[in-house]
């Protein structure tokens, strides 16, 4: 009898190499991972990794480019409904913040690994990197254009601002020297940018706030409708 062999598809191969890949480097980082590791965790032979992947560097670089594309498509729908360019500023900082918590081998792959190489602002990955990071540039552009922020406002340094201020203050979590709070550092970077770049010189309405003005307009409404009306006095001729 001729024995029967199971070939998988080419599509389900380079998916499970990938997976494979990703767990290893995120482990291991990217000088201790080596293909064997990644061949034996995804179940096949060393030699099909190099019938799809040129080299180590290569499967490193769609890694990474798949976890972007990730991030792209996976809060679409649920930015799309955030209103107000506080509300969206923010939504952007605290996204990119809690992408650096649930994946710090990640980010220190594409920080330490990729980003330092004199190719990669001529790659792919360069520009779903900016794909990623032009959100903030147009939620920017909206507000320059009605007249929100300051006219004078650029889109692009703001960028550069927002993305700078959030790898600083991660770097010492991903050396794992330390800690940070998303909530409080996106509200810190989303008010110092908001309020120094609104046409309004308050800033923003933070919901304290808002809640407190709604909550003395509800008193003034009760007590205007608890208080019995004044009768009339009739004259007499």
């Known amino acids: 009898m001729k024995r029967q062999v199971n070939r998988l598809p080419p599509e389900r191969r380079i998916s499970d190499i990938m997976k494979a890949a990703r767990d290893v480097f995120t482990e291991k980082g990217y000088s201790e991972a080596l293909i064997t590791d990644i061949a034996v965790r995804a179940g096949v032979v060393e030699g099909s990794i190099y019938r799809f992947f040129a080299n180590k560097r290569e499967l490193l670089v769609k890694v990474v480019e798949l976890w972007f594309e990730e991030l792209l498509t996976q809060d679409a729908e649920q930015f799309a409904g955030i209103r107000g360019v506080w509300n969206q500023i923010r939504f952007i900082v605290h996204t990119h ?106 800033g923003a309405v933070t919901f304290d706030t808002l809640f407190a003005r709604l909550d003395a307009a509800t008193q003034r409404l009760e007590a205007i409708t608890e208080t019995p009306p004044k009768k009339r006095v009739r004259k007499t001729a």
């Open 97 to 202: 913040l809690m992408s650096i918590r649930r994946d710090p081998a990640l980010s220190r792959l594409m920080f330490q690994e990729i980003r330092p190489t004199p190719d990669y602002r001529g790659s792919r990955l360069f520009k779903l990197n900016q794909a990623y990071t032009h959100r903030l540039i147009d939620v920017v552009k909206a507000a320059v254009a009605n007249g929100e922020l300051r006219p004078d406002t650029s889109p692009s340094l703001v960028r550069d601002m927002v993305f700078g201020a959030i790898e600083h203050r991660t770097w010492a979590f991903l050396r794992n020297e330390g800690d940070f709070d998303p909530d409080q550092i996106a509200d810190q970077i989303t008010n110092m940018v908001y309020r120094g770049l609104a046409t309004d010189r308050k």
